[in-house]
Structure formats: C-alpha cells, structure tokens
C-alpha cells in the first residue's frame, strides 16, 4: 500500500532504527543516512553499524551501506534498508523522499526544513512543531513516550538518562579523556562494577554497575573526554541486546502514527496534541 511512498529517516542509531524497521514493516519503502564514523552505542541493533561493516540484519531486516543513488536504488528494489553517508541531506534531497524524519537526537535543528518534504518530522527536544518540523515525538521515558506533537516541543532533556533498575546515571559509560577507544569487552558481555570496559588513550573506564554491555561506540574510535560512549543494562538480558528496545518501539508507533495522519490516510480521527513549549 505504500509501498511508492518514500521515507528518509536522517540518523540510524537504535531509537531511529526501531523506526526504520517499523515503517519497513508497514509497507513504507525507507532510506537511511549517517556520519562518516557514525557515534550509534546500541551498534548490534543499529544500521548505522552497515558503515563500518558493509551489511547489518535487524530482526531479518537487512540494512547495507551505499554509496551512490544507483546502489540505494539497487537496495531498494531488493527491499533492503540502504544507508548512506550524508552529513548534509544532498543525496537524501535528491531522492525526492515523500516524508523525512530527523531521528539523530541531536536536540537542535539540523538542517532539515519543512520544504524539503511533504511530511516532515523529528524526534526529541530541541524541535517546535510547526516550526522546525510538521510533528514532534516525544523520546523521554514516561507517561508520554511516543507522544505525537502538531503544535509545541517535545519535553526539554533534563541530562538524566531513564530509569531501568533502580540506576540512571550510573548505567552510561564515558570517556574519562580524549583519545581512541579500544574496548577490552564486546557488545553483550556480562561485566562486573568496577571492572575495565575499554581504554581511552591509556585511561581505564571502568564500570560503575553489574550487568550486561548493551552499547559501546565503535572500536578504535576517537572520543572526546566526558562523550557518551556506551551503557550497561542492569537487567543483564543477553538477548535485548539483539531486538528492538520497548523505548525505540514506543517512538516508532509515534512516528507512524504521525506519518499516516499527515500524509492524510487518517485525516478526522486524529486532533493531535501540543507539547510543552
């Protein structure tokens, strides 16, 4: 049924690939665009990772690392998730996408604006609706998670990561100094508190919590002092760290919901809701 609608979704970090994955699922045909190195933590369920290692499957969707319009047309056609470099939307742009989705969570606008795009949406703080996209979804952890905005902002980043256990804060790992990381544990290891994870230069981090390494930027990678460069899971679930997190799951039927309205299929069922700014 949409199957002619094309969407760009700019990021393809794990909450933006919940989304990737869900609206392949619902018939919608979806192209991604990254950095040059991209920074997603929950690489094992990100097609940004189809960067550093050519293909990726999530949940028997495969995403693969293109390089021009011919190869993401190629992909395409072969119902695969092309991901491209594209800092700056050019080649997003010229594909002529029917709808684009700002999902780097970057927390300020991009570069994406309302004329590139019948539908235009965004994920997080840092965009009004109606201003910097036609929708906003909210992505904090909560009462609104998914949260569809036509009018207003999604709500402001308070710093803190969700709650999952008891522990906030002392689930994310970040790099003690600037330098390369060269991780001693992989994604899916169980860890002690208190045990190395990585170096950065010849800086230990060290974990502060038990359980298992969910995310971790990619080996070799060069990091700033303070970054956020990966997270534990307290629950010390192997296996989550091979699907789609319930958090990206939520912001994708969002997303959904928003596109379908907008592109008109559920034009006076819908009013929306206005965020907080």
Do not use: W
């Amino acid at each position: 049924m949409f199957g002619q609608v094309l969407v760009g979704v700019k990021g393809a970090g794990d909450l933006a690939s919940g989304t990737i994955h869900r609206l392949h699922r619902a018939g919608f045909t979806v192209v991604a665009t990254e950095l040059p190195q991209p920074l997603a933590l929950r690489r094992t369920v990100a097609f940004a990772e189809a960067i550093y290692s050519d293909t990726i499957e999530i949940e028997e969707l495969t995403g693969v690392c293109v390089k021009t319009l011919d190869e993401t047309r190629a992909a395409l056609a072969k119902r695969q998730v092309p991901v491209l470099v594209d800092p700056e939307g050019d080649l997003l742009r010229a594909l002529g996408p029917t709808a684009i989705i700002d999902a780097t969570l970057a927390k300020h606008p991009t570069g994406v604006r309302l004329s590139d795009a019948r539908v235009v949406l965004a994920l997080g703080p840092g965009f009004e609706a109606g201003v910097d996209a036609h929708a906003v979804i909210e992505t904090n952890r909560g009462h609104n998670l998914g949260r569809v905005y036509l009018s207003g902002c999604a709500e402001a980043d308070t710093g803190v990561p969700g709650d999952i256990a008891g522990f906030t804060s002392e689930r994310l790992l970040r790099a003690p100094t600037d330098g390369p990381l060269m991780a001693q544990h992989a994604i899916a290891d169980l860890v002690q508190a208190g045990e190395i994870i990585a170096t950065v230069g010849e800086t230990p981090m060290v974990a502060q919590i038990s359980g298992v390494l969910r995310g971790l930027v990619h080996d070799g990678l060069v990091v700033r002092q303070n970054m956020k460069v990966g997270d534990i899971d307290p629950r010390a679930r192997r296996e989550h760290c091979f699907s789609i997190s319930d958090k990206s799951r939520a912001i994708a039927g969002g997303v959904l919901e928003a596109l379908l309205y907008l592109l008109g299929d559920m034009s006076g069922i819908f009013s929306g809701e206005d965020g907080p700014c």
